[in-house]
């Protein structure tokens, strides 16, 4: 049964094709190698397999399903927590948390002898949003109405009771004056609520009526307009929240991370080692995802912790063992010779405990006897039960140990099989060494 | 590399004389008459840059995130520590709870940072995080109504000792009166400190501490190899700024207020990433050397030579060239430009960087023993 499934799989770099409509497909334990000149799109394949590139078109299936992260309810939960907080937050700035602070902390806490009340402090930032008028202390035990965003000053009482009387007056006032009607009664001027009856003030000319109503007006406005404002901030932001982590995590829905942890592994043309860290924490680096424990647990090193670390620098040493680097597990990645490098990195990859171990090019840079070792050590992984798919330039490890081989030249796929029948198509030996008429 | 015998290990020995330093009178006696500086409550200061710095040291030296504004989030702690605690608000929470909760605020607003900046690489996130510290800076400016503007919140009141630690405590000489003496704010910034270093170490050694090195020397390898680059930079965020976070909240306790906004800018964030850089990128020794050393320079060295001089009677004029701390920038400069061109890995750099900087160094001589 097949285990990878290509599927006219494309990629396209702006207007180049590098991989053209490619249908693979490799099976349970084979060596698959792809081969073909030098910008066949090679490497190209393995990056689209493993997440580092999108394909532009077809598919790429492992063991029959497509390799996706999944969407999970824990996503669901992170956007809509993610949207709320921002959301509060977006609100909260627009509706000015420094005058909200103002008024549900400070207005309620007078000092340290004081009383405090989270319940009153609650009311009054209920209050601040509806806009009410509140009582500040002012300097000589007096009390100043104020509007809720402390931008006007409306009164003083110099007891509290009075400033309330005061306050509640000048509510009234704030509640009607939208309404209110400038009505001439006996040569003054009332401000007359909406329902025609109640007279709000009096005064002695219509310019003062007429500037009061319009002063009331406005106080009245002001925290309708803010709480629209912060409305609207807070559902933008609950929208930009909860969509921009649904963007990151659709985004990274075929990440290399994802791949790799589905069970394929790689190892890089270039070698990509984490050249600064010893070997052994290269191969321990790559088991991260099968050690298991938390950052408390890590930060204490629980007696748990330590044992499992050393279970995994066991098993990490027996794969050093395996490719044949178990003497030099202190070394830095970096201070090893190339060929040693190379081992390193299939160790590194078997670490990750794949299905399919993708090799990029692994005897580039060997001597022969390497090479030799080297198609046993792909043998060896073979027989692990692994499958692995080899890009190769060396002839002799190609054609000596794989079951098929796909030749590929500028992207296209122009000859697939076994290695003898490759060795004979034609189509093959025109890519390699050029047509007859060129001659 | 050659085998190296097991040695002691030095660190007990540094502990050791940290620990008794407070409780002997002299040396702080025999300062006392050359300037008004207390070594021992500079010292405090220095244990707590100490712990900023090894925060900043997760992001840059571990993950190498080259975070520009480590300082915010040293205010975001003193600052928190001083909402929850100071007798103008009615919260009073008390040491502990605002310890845990600047440790964690911190760290949130760490994520806040980090996340944006996760698909950004190099000097993007420099540029990224020196923006985050100025706004933290200019934010906590102008919430006058909640951090008093530029006045900073004070007084911050100092922890409560529990009962049973005071008898001890006099048996030593020790008042329990942290106003008048330091030598309480000592032991609490140097056993924070040394509990930082154990978690800090441990961290280095376990899988995190491997997968922030892996993302700090090929993050498409480590992506790669199924490490979440995202959430392994989001821990270096948020444990890094944490950590600031706690220094942020030792400062502002033993400081008495949180400061202003302005201690919390841009040339706070330079002098703790200068500390790392010449301690040794990655390396948490490196990075206590390089905070003892300049922190130490510019808190104790100078006011000290400066007394000296004032002492000896050779300034007399007032003549500005000769007061040391006005040439102490310019020691400072000189001493990175010496250590970026000869020593570039630091001073103490961990084994890895060292590997691999001395490696080059060597390999212009004739090999001394065949691998």
Known sequence: ?439 | MTPTAKRMPVWPLYLGVLVVYPLLVYPERALAGLTEISVGRQLTYIFIYAILALGLNVVVGYTGLLHLGIAAFFGIGAYITGILTVSAYPFQTGFLVALVASTIGAAVFGMLLGAPTLRLRGDYVAIVTLGFGEVTRFTLRNLEEITAGTRGLNPVPPPQLPGFVETPLSWLGIGADWSLDYRLFYYLALGVLVAVIWLLANVERSRLGRAWVAIREDELAATCMGINAARVKLSAFAIGCGLAGLAGCLYATTLTSTAGPDAFDFNRSMIMLCCVILGGLGSIRGTLLGVFLLVGFDNVVAPVLDGLIQAAQINTSGNRFLTFSNWKLMIFGLALVLMVRFRPEGLLPSAQIEAELGHERKSHRPAEAPA
């Open chain 1, 1 to 439: 049964m097949s285990l990878l499934d290509l599927d006219k799989v494309t990629v396209r770099f702006g207007g180049l094709t590098a991989v053209d409509q490619l249908d693979c497909s490799v099976d349970e334990r084979q060596i698959f190698s792809v081969i073909g000149p030098n910008g066949a799109g090679k490497t190209t394949v393995f990056n689209a397999i493993t997440g580092i590139y999108h394909p532009s078109g077809g598919s790429i299936a492992f063991d029959g399903r497509p390799l996706r992260r999944p969407l999970t309810w824990r996503l669901i939960a992170l956007a809509a927590v993610v949207g709320v907080c921002t959301g509060v937050a977006a609100g909260l700035l627009a509706i000015d948390v420094n005058a909200l602070w103002r008024a549900t902390i400070k207005r309620n806490y007078l000092g340290p002898d004081a009383p405090f009340s989270y319940r009153a402090a609650w009311r009054d930032a209920a209050g601040y949003v509806r806009g009410d008028l509140a009582l500040a202390p002012v300097r000589g035990g007096r009390w100043a109405v104020r509007t809720a965003d402390d931008r006007r000053t409306l009164g003083y009482g110099d007891a509290r009771q009075e400033a309330e009387q005061l306050r509640d007056r000048q509510q009234q006032l704030v509640d009607a004056a939208a309404g209110a009607q400038v009505v001439a009664q006996d040569d003054r001027w009332q401000l007359v609520a909406d329902d025609g009856q109640r007279v709000l003030e009096t005064f002695d000319n219509e310019a003062d009526a007429q500037a009061t109503r319009a002063q009331y007006t406005a106080i009245a406005a002001a925290p309708v307009a803010r709480r629209r404002d912060a409305l609207i901030a807070a559902l933008l932001g609950l929208v930009i929240g909860s969509a921009g982590t649904w963007a990151v995590w659709h985004r990274a829905r075929r990440s290399p991370e994802v791949i790799s942890r589905a069970g394929i592994a790689r190892t890089f043309q270039n070698i990509r080692l984490f050249q600064d860290m010893t070997v052994l924490d290269n191969v321990l680096t790559a088991m991260d995802r099968h050690l298991s424990g938390s950052v408390v647990q890590m930060a204490l090193r629980t007696p748990a912790m330590r044992r499992r670390e050393a279970e995994a620098r066991a098993h990490a040493g027996k794969l050093l063992e395996f490719v044949g680097l178990a003497h030099r597990e202190t070394a830095l990645a970096k201070n090893l010779p190339y060929g040693d490098q190379r081992r390193l990195e299939i160790a590194r990859a078997l670490a990750t405990e794949p299905k399919l171990i993708l090799l990029d090019e692994p005897a580039a840079g060997m001597n022969p006897t390497e090479s030799s070792q080297l198609n046993g050590l792909i043998e060896r992984i073979r027989q692990r039960g692994l499958t692995v798919m080899l890009i190769e330039h060396h002839m002799k490890v190609v054609m000596g140990i794989s079951d098929r081989i796909a030749v590929l030249d500028y992207g296209v796929k122009i000859a697939e099989g076994t290695p003898d029948e490759v060795r004979a198509n034609p189509a093959v030996i025109e890519a390699y060494l050029g047509s007859e008429e060129v001659h």
